[in-house]
């Protein structure tokens, strides 16, 4: 009987990928999947655009007040604070790339 290990080198291919990567850009944590599960808007940059503050570049984000960013968060997403949505959003990516290409 000859076994099928296809699934599992994909997952191998996945998990090798997904170890190389040392950084992951907040646009892609941040998916329209993700925004639209835990807020009321369709993608992060609706949820930026509708924070008010004026964000085009990093700089721009990270000089974006703590409580101010905070206190929005807690107001328009489902989480309790900003770290939380990060870390759901680590969590969601990885899972989402370590399973891709599976049936």
């Known amino acids: 009987m000859k076994s099928d290990l296809k699934g599992l080198h994909q997952l191998e291919k996945n998990l090798s990928e997904l170890s190389a990567t040392h950084s992951i850009p907040l646009g892609d944590l941040m998916n329209p999947s993700f925004i ?3 807020s ?9 655009e509708a924070s008010g503050f004026k964000v085009k570049s990093k700089e721009d984000f990270a000089a974006i007040p703590d409580h101010e960013w905070e206190q929005f968060i ?3 997403t489902s989480y309790e604070s900003w770290i939380e949505m990060q870390q759901d959003a680590g969590i969601s990516f990885y899972a989402a790339n370590l399973t891709k290409g599976l049936k």
Request: glycine share 0%; charged share 5%.
């Open 36 to 38: 639209s599960s835990c």
């Open 40 to 48: 009321q808007y369709s993608n992060f940059e609706a949820l930026i």
């Open 74 to 76: 807690q107001t328009n």
